[in-house]
């Protein structure tokens, strides 16, 4: 055994570079064969001094994605080998599943589809490999998450729901808004709002605390996806950095693209918020911590490395700090209100759950938001259920409903707007800004407005209480019953 | 100052890993979560591979790595016999 080994005579870049990049032969009119390279006005002088650590070579990479598999599929098998259902904190936690699968997993299969074209466009081998990490990631969430379609409604259709519910607009719109962007827009996007907002709270915490629930099989599958996602968001700020260093034209433009998609992924992390504060069972750390821990502060650590190079922090830094205390309260109370219509099931919190969030939220939540949650159980246990089906108005950009227009009144006015209502401040700058793109996303709202669920789908809706969901799961004698 | 922090999936993989950069960074912190245990260190925050095949008694591609990393903050710098993260660009 102790036979001396040999080292190579190239280190890890030298090698990567020699089986990759160089591999590629010159190509004489680099503008012919990549037209989109300029299109966006982006100058790129010199493309060997793009530097991407952490990336394997192609023979490296098969097999260390077959290495992840092999655990996963280990996991997810035994879960369902071992009726992994039955062990959940409790039924309400597979509402948390049904949003992760009908919101985020079809995001990953349009950032798939998106890294595929920039490959192309840009002839990037590091895209190549991301495209094929985004097919795995849509791919192994659904996987993971089959066995709950087995046993729990609101999972089964989840494609046409992100297609044409209201509630997954804000999903829908981003993603739409991903794969109409130039390729270099897509990248950053991807590198300052994706990978470091969305995979580092939904596929770190939300997936511990997954575990914690007894989702071993969900778990597994997002805490895997996220170990590529780790190498994009590497590989992503390293190009945001190079961008910039390239040409001094290129830092307006990556700036505008930065605090675009910063903001419009900030608005996207709702649905995560109320997934981590509301969602949970068993609950972990709030929202408002997880966003500090894995957004707010190492965010703001890069931002402070790239301040030589010009850049700054995304422009509505301050009011996404703002937001968190609220956001997850808001958009709670809101699905409770439209919860007769949304392919999923809401509930009014316990006791326990609002001391929680009292102690975690010290202020904002009972002022603002805990009488609504009483009121809301107090309705629900004298038999008063909400029947709204008809969808709010939607923000112009951010395709999330605007606070305060509830109702046909509401609807109307909107409509005389043309689509132009806005969430907040933010919104409306982003949309002025590419106002015809947002228009066309407008219209597309305007038709979801037309759409409801079909009778057919009436069981996947409406509050827990009372659900075919739950009543399974009592009979099924599965959780801790402990709420 | 300020944190890097590197996480892992928590299994028997991972476990010379982290047992290798608690050894070698004496100030660093390990927070376990259900499935998870992510590592913070002040300013900067090294693995080696000589340690961990020495937890492991066996060889080791720092590579191998990635299949159990989870996220992490903090510029990279890497060769074959260690990664190290920092602020310093």
């Known amino acids: 055994m102790d036979t001396t080994v040999k080292h190579p005579a190239m280190n890890r870049t030298q090698r990567m570079l020699a089986l990759t990049r160089d591999l590629a032969w ?52 035994a879960f369902a080998q071992n009726n992994g259902q039955l062990g959940l904190s409790d039924a309400r936690y597979a509402n948390a599943i049904k949003l992760l699968l009908q919101a985020f997993t079809p995001i990953e299969y349009s950032a798939h589809r ?20 985004h097919l795995r990631h849509h791919q192994v969430e659904i996987h993971a998450t089959s066995h709950f379609n087995k046993y729990f409604n609101g999972m089964h259709s989840f494609t046409e729901w992100f297609d044409n519910h209201w509630m997954l607009s804000v999903a ?16 950053v996007a991807m590198a300052v709002g994706y990978t470091p907002v969305i995979g580092n709270t939904l596929h770190v915490s939300f997936m ?23 190498r994009h968001q590497v590989a992503g700020q390293t190009l945001v950095a190079f961008l910039v260093q390239q040409d001094p034209a290129n830092l307006p433009l990556v700036q505008a693209w930065i605090d675009k998609w910063f903001w419009r992924s900030v608005r996207l992390s709702s649905l995560v918020a109320v997934m981590q504060d509301y969602m949970l069972p068993y609950r972990s750390q709030s929202w408002q911590q997880v966003w500090a821990l894995y ?79 009483m009121g ?18 939607l ?27 806005f969430c907040s401040l933010p919104c409306q700058q982003l949309f002025n800004l590419d106002a015809d793109k947002h228009s066309a996303q407008a219209a597309s709202s305007a038709q979801r407005h037309g759409w409801s669920l079909p009778a057919k789908q009436a069981v996947d809706s409406g509050l827990f209480d009372g659900s075919q969901d739950e009543h399974n799961f009592k009979e099924w004698n599965g959780g801790a019953q402990h709420e | 100052m300020s944190n890097v922090f590197i996480a892992f999936q928590v299994n028997e993989e991972s476990r010379p ?73």
């Not at chain 1, 989702?215 to 590529?228: I, N």
């Open chain 1, 26 to 77: 010159p190509v004489r009119q680099p503008d012919e064969v990549f037209p989109a390279r300029s299109q966006e006005g982006i100058r790129i002088h010199d493309w060997s001094a793009l530097r991407q650590p952490l990336q394997p070579t192609l023979e490296q990479y098969w097999k260390l994605q077959g290495d992840k598999d092999k655990r996963l599929y280990a996991i997810t098998d």
């Open chain 2, 17 to 89: 890993v982290v047992d290798a950069i608690m050894a070698d960074n004496p100030n660093a912190t390990a927070v376990y979560s259900p499935g998870l245990v992510k590592i913070d260190a002040p300013n900067s925050l090294v693995i080696k591979r000589e340690t961990i095949e020495e937890q492991l008694g066996q060889r080791y591609d720092l590579q191998q790595m990635q299949v159990n990393l989870v996220t992490l903050s903090g510029h990279i710098d890497e060769d074959d016999d260690q990664f190290t993260l920092s602020w310093n660009h």
């Open chain 1, 172 to 187: 829908k719109s981003y993603a739409d808004d991903l794969l109409s962007a130039g390729p270099f827009e897509f990248l």
């Open chain 1, 114 to 133: 998106g890294y595929a074209r920039v490959a192309r466009q840009l002839g990037l081998t590091d895209a190549a490999f991301q495209s094929a990490d």
């Open chain 1, 376 to 393: 809301l159980g107090h309705q629900v246990a004298h038999g008063h259920r909400p029947q709204e089906t008809t969808a709010p108005v």
């Open chain 1, 295 to 373: 957004v707010s502060q190492p965010l703001a650590k890069v931002f402070e490395t790239w301040e030589p190079l010009g850049l700054s922090l995304p422009h509505h830094w301050q009011e996404a700090q703002e937001q968190q205390a609220h956001v997850s309260h808001q958009t709670w109370l809101r699905l409770c209100r439209y919860s007769a219509g949304l392919p999923l099931h809401v509930w009014a919190p316990n006791a326990a759950a609002l001391n929680w969030l009292s102690e975690k939220y010290p202020g904002t939540f009972d002022a603002l938001f805990r009488p609504h949650m």
């Open chain 1, 208 to 230: 511990s605390a997954a575990a914690d629930n007894g989702d071993m099989s969900t778990s597994s599958a997002g805490l895997t996806a996220q170990s590529d996602k780790v």
């Open chain 1, 395 to 421: 923000c112009g950009t951010c395709q999330l409903p605007v606070p305060g227009m509830d109702g046909a009144h509401a609807l109307a006015q909107a409509q005389s707007l043309k689509g132009r209502c």
